[in-house]
């Protein structure tokens, strides 16, 4: 049987797909090409459909019957918190209405088994004390469109579970960075890492969004995941999948261990051999001082563990981004 991954062709879908293809499955990638790149997927056959359009359900359901497809990764979506913020209803449009397009034709072609592209944003501003990690059973809320829309996406998929029997494995990602090859490097400059990178490629220093919270440093901690660690989670996932028959489930995808945006700062002086004297600014509204991901129930689960900490995250972005990403 063979695996669809929609949005192979974006950053982390084209780890995924080199990873699958490298262990032999058959894959067939849908993407709109919309911020992803043909070019991405290599020899793995590209199905081009707009999830976000009703009047792709049958289409779709019979490329998943003539490419024999068994099971779905779903990554395609739209991610940028800020333009979901000016754009809220079509995030849901493409987030929420692509992914029930999906599942509709799921339905129809009788594949059951989905892993969903979930986000650390589903979580919001937990009410933790300092310095704790978060785990799965935090209460999600999410603060903006676009971590709404993957909170409504996971809750759809445990519907049609209830409804038709449809397996899920929902991982919900942490800061996601790094590049498992030169020519797969993050084209888009949204998170801290090649932000800063391309700041200082301009000649410009970076600013730091407040340095006073309450952490060591006093600058924001998140928890930075290496793209293809991220990567082999999928594989665990399918495979868990492939054997457990549980409805429905929920991992977080994280290292377990926090950096302060003064950490990633060091770490991006040390990989590029660039000067980087950061402006501290006032705090943006709505950044928890604090996002760290619990992973014990991904490691106990799926044997699962990154294996990457900060230093090759940065080593390789960097590498990628002087390649031309
Ligand atoms: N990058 C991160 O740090 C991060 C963190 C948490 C979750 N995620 C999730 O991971 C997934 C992939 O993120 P990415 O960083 O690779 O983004 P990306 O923009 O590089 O990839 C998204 C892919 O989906 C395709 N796509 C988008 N809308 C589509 C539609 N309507 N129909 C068909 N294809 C469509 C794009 O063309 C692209 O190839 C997203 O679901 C995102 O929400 C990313």
Redesign the pocket.
Known sequence: MAVMV????????AHVVRLLRERGDDLVV???????EMGRVGDVPLVR????DGSTVDPLAAAMRDHRVGAVIH?????QVGESAARPAWYYE?NVG?TAHLLQAMESAGVDQLMF?????TYGLPDLPPGSLIDEEATPRPISP?GET?LVAEWMSRAAGRAWGLRTVNLR?????GAGWDDLG???VF?LIPIVLGQLIAGDQPKIFGDDYETPDGTCIRDYVHVLDLAQAHLAALDYLDRDTRPYDVFNVGTGAGASVRDVLDQVASSTGLTVDPEVVERRPGDPAQLVADVRRIEQTLGWKAEHDLAPIVDSAWSAWRAGR
Do not use: R
Not at 30 to 36: A, E, N, P, R, Y
Not at 49 to 52: E, H, K, R, S, V
Not at 75 to 79: T, W
Not at 173 to 177: G, I, K, L, S, T
């Open positions: 929609t949005g192979g062709a974006g950053y982390i879908g849908v993407d709109d090409l919309s911020t992803g459909f707009d999830l976000a990554i395609a979506a739209k991610k493409q692509g592209s979930s986000s650390a944003a676009y993957k990602y942490f800061n996601v960075a993050d084209p888009g998170n």
